[in-house]
């Protein structure tokens, strides 16, 4: 029991640098949340539906944290700062980790038909603060979703999701190696393959436009031929 909790505390400080010890950790909410849950979801297993509700509430209340019962956890979940929503049939593998205000919600809950709603975490994924995971999809091993990312289709394995709707991104195998990585988001390295060449691109090509467009106007006005404008964007050869 000791040794598991001492495992548990170890794994949250190896994600997270602000602790100076494993007794500061203790008062995490997301620490307390997880706990709460297990606690609930014995009952709710025991189909004791209304005191397992009541542990969620107590939970909620204490941590803003708000798990359903039925919700299946692994090993070594961390929930860091809290505001996050888990539903009901969602299920997190371990090594988990899951920034503030993140929500593993269903899709279409009017229609009444109950079953697989909410998404599947495998081992070693990352959510980023304000994701949003959304229906019965998988995220695959040691993905990442970034901040505030809207997820609403099977993420494969080692990718980041980033964007609204989110998009993968590949990253290098170097980065995919790395063991963690905070907010599911590489900082220095681009997420994007292109980095921001083809916005310089753009930007050039309209400002030849405009030139080409004043040289058009003038030579039109003198009644002269337009001379060419010349100092235009050479384009990047893309293989």
Known sequence: MIGSLTAYLDSIRARDPAPRSRWEILLYPGLHAVGLHRVAHALFGLRLFFLARL??????FLTGID????AKIGRHLF???GYTVIGETAEIGDNVTI??????????PA???PGKRHPTLCDN???GSGAQVLGPITVGPRARVGANAVVTEDVPEGATMVGLKARSTLV??????KDFIPYGTPCKEPCEPTGGTRVDELEAEVALLKAQMATLLASQT???APAPVSGGPQRRSRS
């Open 99 to 108: 920034y503030q205000c993140v929500t593993l919600g269903g899709t279409n």
């Open 79 to 81: 929930i860091d700062h």
């Open 222 to 224: 003198n009644g002269e």
């Open 125 to 127: 994924v990352i959510l």
């Open 172 to 177: 290098p195998v170097e980065t995919w190696l």
């Open 111 to 113: 229609n009444g038909v």
């Open 67 to 70: 798990i359903h019962p039925g």
């Open 55 to 60: 542990v969620n509430h107590f939970s909620r």
